[in-house]
């Protein structure tokens, strides 16, 4: 299976419920968090979030967070909706707390993987999360025009679906536009397909 969630950080933030009404009714929102300490870049606050879940109570909310102790944001997360929450494994001490606290609160726990990390470190992990989200870039640089997809390896990809146990997904992420998405074959292909998004809001609004 192959899905692309597009992600709230690519649209205009002045037209934000503009261009997310411009999307079919229900379709997942990748939302990622990033504080300007674990990545350079900031992008929502709570008040942002809540508003998003309170216009589009259909769309399921997927959660990407590039901060420092993410799991501040947990509760009030959990209250908005939030369904499939990734965790960067690069800023935690304790992965399996963090992942056994998203799972106590009802989200569906994951954790990412910056591009420099090795598959085999997170390894100790699969048996506390549901999903391994590979960036395909570093984090906080996304919108590159499909270079992460280029550029990322395959056999990354593959190593990742060969160690992950049954039954965990395998999520990637990166910017790119919807003419990089084909170079990922069915057979390299994660479980699901994370976007920048770019070019799906591009596609429909300009």
Excluded at 84 to 96: C, T
Excluded at 105 to 111: Q, T
Aim: glycine letters at 8%; charged letters at 20%; proline letters at 7%.
């Amino acid at each position: 299976m192959k899905r692309i969630i597009p992600s709230l950080a690519s649209v205009n933030q002045l037209y934000i419920g503009e261009e997310l009404k411009a999307l079919p009714e229900g379709t997942p929102l990748h939302v990622d968090i990033e504080d300007g300490n674990f990545v350079n870049n900031i992008t929502f606050g709570m008040r942002v979030v809540r508003s998003v879940a309170n216009m589009f109570p259909k769309s399921p909310l997927c959660f990407h967070f590039m901060a420092t102790n993410p799991s501040q944001y947990f509760t009030e997360i959990s209250k908005c909706g939030a369904r499939e929450v990734a965790v960067h494994f690069e800023e935690l001490p304790y992965p399996s707390e963090e992942l056994c606290a998203l799972r106590e609160l009802g989200m569906i726990p994951g954790l990412a993987i910056n591009l420099r990390t090795p598959v085999e470190q997170v390894a100790p992990f699969f048996d506390y999360l549901d999903f391994l989200l590979l960036m395909t870039m570093d984090s906080g640089y996304g919108g590159t025009n499909g270079l992460g997809f280029c550029f990322a390896s395959h056999e990354r990809i593959k190593k990742a679906r060969a160690l992950l146990p049954e039954g965990k997904e395998l999520w990637v992420d990166g910017g790119h536009k919807n003419r990089a998405a084909p170079g990922l074959s069915p057979r390299r292909a994660p479980a699901i397909l994370r976007s920048a998004a770019s070019g799906v809001y591009g596609a429909l609004l300009r």
